[in-house]
């Protein structure tokens, strides 16, 4: 009686386990189903900064043709706020599963030069999928100001030290580090005003509210070719195709002067390595674009379609370059 006890016990463990086993085997036929099916629903691309910046207009000219290439409807979501932070943790908190990407702005290698408590690591809680672009900033100012140079900006704030005010896109990012950088090279003082993105502060730049900003190329074109910004240089180390007239910062009387910000996709740590490549191969493709391409190019943007390997490393090298950027310039962290 014993031993068939125990047969019986065996037998029942064994269903248990081949149970178990088929569970689980089925779980990952499942999974790779879902990832060669990928995607079948749409997909939100999460913009950490508001309307109107550059990081929203790159999303926006890319995001109709990565819907094309991938079958599904690319949404766009403006999720700006703590320095593009807000937007940046719901991504690195998303489920890994190809559906909630983002388009990474520079913030994401500055933050943690800036801010004491980072809520993800920029290296590792992220899957980067491409570079997309690079793009300069360009020093702007209003027309009331009665400057047309870097130089007489210069000599205009000089006379007046810490009595201006310049605007950003917020605390620690390329438009506020881009500005730092040149008053520290040039021996200048003036007061930061931050916004929560450069949609903002631009409309207060354009109102006459601040008189001075480093929006990106892309979200200042528009409002230099009107007329209502006057254009004082771009801050890449050579001229932007779309806009030649315009000199360097580095020429224009502030040699050596270069500070650039970019935009790429990434998804949450742990998307599957299949998912990653189909969302890769679309924004390439996205870039390669005719219309696409020009554009970006002629809002001053750089196109690239980087791999992910090569856009983990840029990141890498990106926050080793800007955490020398804020201890040089003496900017406390929040």
């Not at 950490?48 to 949404?75: C, N, W």
């Not at 679309?282 to 001053?300: E, N, S, T, W």
């Amino acid at each position: 009686m014993k031993a068939v006890g125990c047969m019986k016990l065996g037998s029942f463990r064994f269903l248990v386990f081949s149970l178990m086993a088929l569970l689980c085997w089925s779980g990952t036929v499942s999974e790779i189903q879902a990832q060669q099916q990928y995607p079948i629903r749409p997909i939100r691309m999460i913009v950490p900064s508001s309307p109107g910046g550059g990081t929203d207009i790159t999303a926006r000219v890319i995001a109709p043709k990565l819907s094309e290439y991938l079958g599904q409807q690319v949404v766009i979501e403006n999720k700006p706020g703590a320095g593009t932070m807000i937007g940046s943790e719901m991504v690195a908190r998303a489920t890994p599963n190809g559906y909630t990407l983002l388009m990474g702005i520079s913030t994401l290698a500055i933050n943690p030069a800036i801010y004491k408590k980072v809520a993800y690591d920029a290296l590792t809680d992220f899957a980067p999928i491409s570079l997309v672009v690079t793009l300069p900033n360009v020093l702007v100012v209003h027309p009331s100001l009665g400057v047309k140079s870097v130089k007489e900006l210069i000599s205009y704030v000089k006379a007046r030290p810490g009595q201006m005010n310049f605007a950003s896109a917020g605390l620690g990012t390329s438009p506020h580090l881009s500005m730092e950088l040149f008053l520290s090279m040039a021996g200048l003082k003036m007061v930061h005003v931050a916004y929560k993105g450069s949609g903002k502060g631009l409309i207060d730049v354009i109102s006459g509210h601040v008189p001075v900003m480093m929006p990106s190329m892309l979200s200042g074109t528009p409002y230099i070719k009107s007329g209502r910004l006057i254009a004082l240089g771009v801050t890449s180390p050579k001229r932007t195709v779309g806009e030649p007239g315009i000199p360097t910062i580095a020429e224009a009387g502030m040699p050596g002067y270069e500070a650039v910000q970019w935009f790429g996709v990434l998804a949450p740590k742990g998307t599957p390595r299949e998912i990653v490549t189909k969302v890769h191969d679309a924004v390439v493709r996205a870039l390669q674009d005719p219309d696409v391409r020009k554009h970006l190019i002629k809002g001053g943007s750089d196109p690239i379609g980087s791999s992910p390997e090569e856009f983990a490393a840029y990141i890498r090298s990106e926050t080793e370059k800007w955490d020398n950027v804020v201890r040089n310039t003496g900017i406390k962290k929040q």
